[in-house]
């Protein structure tokens, strides 16, 4: 966790610098595509501050009240970021249909050397933050990502201005720029939003769950499967097996081997279950709530 928090340090300090020499940029070239990659590199800052923070406060241990401990800061934080990016692109569109009309110059030199400058910045950070799994570092590295090709389009616009010196296609970059942080906050809203509505993950549903666990020697039933996400990397299960009439130690043997398969093929890291005679289940005698919650909303749908 600490080096988390280190590499996470140097790629803010580094976005920091970029962040301000792009400010610089845009405000001496006039160019409305740099200013909008300098707003996504504002939000890279905020979404690697946020994972900062993030990761430090899921570092604190569980209490008697908060038993997950506090791993779902990151999941408000990474849905923080992605709404930023949703208002950052809604301005810049609005602001490149205000622009339409022409009647501005830009300094396509300073355009072009500053978003290179900012390309090789992100660069840097996509690098070192390309092999992370944490939702929020996963987050900042979409935000680096979309900024990398932003940049390269307005660096080709840039290019392009000083060839021709048609101020339209600064224009036309700014739209590229905004198309580019939305679909990053797609990615990141998905995911997020997925978590806090505790779905279950891609490819480890309930049924697929159900499937696996019944092949599991000695199981003869399966029922009020749940598996949730309190985070990007902390999966949990809960479910009710049906056995036969056996030992403790042979419902433990039965456990094991259900844990390890959830483990290595839905890379579910919590698992609990809850063992129950076949033939006299709380499905079979009708008192499993959840069950009858599940049925009696299926039937209204």
Known sequence: MDGEIKQLGR????????????????YYSNSLALFGDTGHVFSDLLAIGASLFAVWFATQAPTARRTFGFHRAEVFAALFNGLLLVAMSLFISFEAFQ?????????????????LIG?????????????????????AFVHAAGDMLSSLGVLIGAALIMVTGRVIVDVIASFLVSAIILISAYSILRVSISILLESAPYGASADEIEKAVLKVKGVKGVHDVHVWRTCSEFILAMMHVETGNIKVAHARAISLKIEDILSHEFNITHTTIQFEPYGCSCENNGTCKALKHKK???HQH
């Open 119 to 139: 390309l090789g910045g992100n660069a840097y950070v996509v690098y070192h933050l390309q092999h992370e799994e944490n939702l929020n570092a996963r987050s």
């Open 296 to 298: 009696r909303h299926a």
């Open 99 to 115: 622009r339409l009309g022409g009647g501005y110059q830009i300094n396509s030199p300073i355009m072009f050397i500053t978003t």
């Open 11 to 26: 790629v803010f300090a580094v976005t920091l610098v970029v962040f301000f020499i792009q400010l610089a940029g845009a």
